[in-house]
């Protein structure tokens, strides 16, 4: 029921800034946090962040201080601020709707079967 559609990816210089943005369909605000995932080739989606809505939002310690969450629920929007970025930074990056009870539990940071996910945008980041 959840439809997600990210976009804002491209190729950025090692510093750079880029933002991505998620539009949230068919979303009812209620029993699920947004938040981020990336994938690098061959490897299993990991969370970049989290947020619960409620004025906490988590950040996986590679993007911790540089990545910054939003939403703007009112126009069902996500965000996704990337700034200083590096070429580690490197990979598909995915919008997700995360059953809250994961967050709450700690356990939002790899998929679940429950997450809605985005299509996926690439984000290259070169030196």
């Known amino acids: 029921q959840v439809q997600l559609v990210d976009s804002g990816g491209g190729s950025v210089q090692a510093g750079g800034s880029l933002r991505l943005s998620c539009a949230v369909s068919?979303?009812?605000?209620?029993?699920?946090?947004m938040g981020w995932f990336r994938q690098f080739p061959g490897k299993e989606r990991e969370g970049v962040a989290v947020?619960?809505?409620?004025?906490?939002?988590y950040y996986a310690d590679p993007v911790k201080g540089r990545f910054t969450v939003s939403q703007d629920n009112g126009k069902n929007t996500l965000y996704l601020q990337m700034n200083i970025l590096k070429p580690e930074d490197t990979a598909m990056y995915y919008c997700?709707?995360?059953?809250?009870?994961?967050?709450?539990?700690?356990?939002?940071?790899?998929?679940?079967?429950?997450?809605?996910w985005g299509q996926g945008t690439q984000v290259t980041v070169s030196s």
């Open positions: 068919q979303y009812t605000y209620s029993g699920y946090c």
């Open positions: 947020s619960t809505g409620g004025g906490v939002t």
């Open positions: 997700a709707a995360v059953p809250c009870f994961l967050v709450d539990g700690g356990r939002w940071s790899t998929p679940h079967d429950l997450n809605f």
